[in-house]
């Protein structure tokens, strides 16, 4: 082996090659450093095959390996703790024995029954991803390793139970409101209809507000790291209300880029949405009313396209795939 490419550089590059991905669609992750990368969506439990070729470098002419393997790795990765990766899938398929590599070789992998129970997720303190490695192994200096992800999404049943919520909440002899809304668990394309009502109102209100926010949270115990991040904040009214009063309230989800609710994904994370209620009277004092939702991801259509502007592409017919969520409890979706 050329001594330089040994110790100076990667002796060999690869091209990772999925099967059945031509009309497969893809979504744009940001990755590490700001840099955007494409990712095949992957449903479900479907299998995960393909090829991967490696090449020789132009001066390198041969690579004495101690063996040469795939694996297919669930990997979670908590952002303040970047020496610590938790991997909990790891499926391993050894493609050749200990030798040497000497052409250019193709090796074909198939992972067909790996069970993805987690959805990807790219958060703000935290990573869930999937990806396909190759490890070369070598005696002297470092293994050659090589990863390539994919984009998981999982589809939900709909939730057997979804009662609206009522609350009554005020100040006393002040203010008084009574707020419902029509479910207390949505999918991610839904419409949140709801109404506030004025029973009693004392105190002069100048406006107000709602606002969708997105709670990460990661750690556990004590060690636990909240991260809140306001989608949309917008007034649903503008001067004093009266007495006996109703304002609507209708948000459109389908205009957010949103995640399903997760909770304790492997005792490592999770994500919850609430809506943010608030009254600001005339000297700016600030009232509020915090209520958790439940967002579930419908199952619609297996990804068979590319998702690119004006395709006329050919749709494969839709297809539901529900999987029920792996950390429900009794408030999330069945």
């Known amino acids: 082996m050329n001594f330089f490419s040994n110790n100076f550089g ?56 101690t063996g040469i393997k795939v694996e297919f790795v669930g990997q979670i990765e908590l952002f303040y703790d970047r020496g610590n990766h938790y991997e909990f899938t790891s499926l391993v398929r050894e493609l050749s024995p200990p030798g040497e590599l000497t052409e250019n070789t193709t090796y074909s992998y198939d992972f067909s029954n790996v069970e993805k129970q987690y959805e990807s997720y790219n958060g703000t303190n935290v990573r869930l991803r999937y990806f396909v490695r190759l490890t070369i192994g070598r005696s002297f200096g470092s293994n050659i390793v090589k990863e390539h992800d994919i984009w998981v999404i999982n589809f939900n049943k709909a939730p057997e139970m979804n009662n609206n919520i009522k609350m009554e909440v005020g100040i006393e002899d002040c203010l008084h409101i009574e707020f419902e809304y029509n479910k207390s668990k949505y999918h991610l394309k839904d419409v949140i209809i709801g109404k506030i009502y004025f029973l009693l109102v004392r105190i002069k209100i100048k406006y107000m507000e709602i606002a969708l926010i997105k709670r990460e949270s990661t750690g556990s115990g004590p060690n636990v790291f909240n991260e809140s991040e306001t989608l949309t904040k917008f007034e649903i009214m503008d001067g004093a209300p009266v007495r006996g009063e109703s304002i609507p309230v209708r948000l459109f989800l389908s205009v957010f880029d949103l995640t399903p609710t997760y909770r304790a994904v492997h005792n490592k994370f999770s994500v919850k949405y609430f809506l943010n209620l608030a009254l600001v009277d005339e000297e700016d004092k600030k009232y509020f009313k915090q209520q958790e939702i439940t967002l579930w991801r419908r199952g619609v259509a297996k990804p068979s396209s590319s998702i690119t502007a004006g395709s006329n592409t050919k ?4 297809i539901e795939i529900p999987t029920p969520d792996p950390d429900s409890t009794d408030d999330s979706s069945d």
């Open 10 to 65: 990667t002796p060999c590059s690869f091209d990772f090659q999925l099967d059945n991905c031509q009309n497969r669609k893809t979504i744009e992750v940001t990755q590490d450093k700001g840099k955007t990368e494409k990712l095949f969506v992957f449903v479900g439990n479907e299998p995960v095959t393909g090829k991967v070729s490696v090449s020789l470098k132009e001066k390198t002419k041969k690579i004495e390996h």
């Open 315 to 318: 749709q494969q017919p839709q």
